[in-house]
């Protein structure tokens, strides 16, 4: 199977050496995402409610580049600097991801890129809905 990489400008472009979202066959792996603006390229410290919705948003458009939706999400890795946010991040998260959400973690880690609060990884299935 070939390896596609997917890039959109509804999302930022990488800050090193990886793809935002790499599709093969009927998988899309994509990227974890922080709430960096994808027009401006920058991130700018936020409440993490909406830093939360800037990275839904960021995953949404690579989903939508590739021709999926949140409904094919399959796999969620939500990774956050703080415990103390998980309810606030999962009141965004759950707008998002329907009535069947995708399997999951959510972990604190000690730092995230650009010292960010909040950063989010899926895979997606085209088969699924």
């Known amino acids: 199977?070939?390896?596609?990489?997917?890039?959109?400008?509804?999302?930022?472009?990488?800050?090193?050496p990886y793809s935002p979202a790499?599709?093969?066959g009927n998988l899309?792996?994509?990227?974890?995402?922080i709430a960096m603006d994808p027009i401006e390229q920058v991130y700018h410290p936020l409440p993490v409610e909406e830093e939360t919705e800037r990275v839904m948003k960021n995953i949404e458009a690579l989903l939508d580049a590739a021709g999926m939706?949140?409904?094919?999400?399959?796999?969620?890795?939500?990774f956050m600097k703080d415990m103390a946010d998980y309810?606030?991040?999962?009141?965004?998260?759950?707008?998002?991801?329907g009535q069947i959400p995708p399997?999951?973690?959510?972990?604190?880690?000690?730092?995230l890129p650009r010292d960010c609060k909040v950063e989010i990884s899926v895979i997606a299935h085209l088969e699924v809905l």
């Open 1 to 16: 199977m070939k390896k596609t990489a997917i890039h959109t400008s509804g999302a930022p472009k990488p800050i090193a």
């Open 22 to 24: 790499i599709q093969v």
């Open 28 to 33: 899309l792996f994509i990227s974890g995402q």
């Open 69 to 78: 939706n949140w409904n094919h999400v399959v796999k969620a890795s939500i």
């Open 87 to 97: 309810g606030k991040i999962n009141d965004v998260y759950g707008k998002y991801v």
């Open 103 to 111: 399997a999951r973690e959510a972990v604190q880690v000690s730092q």
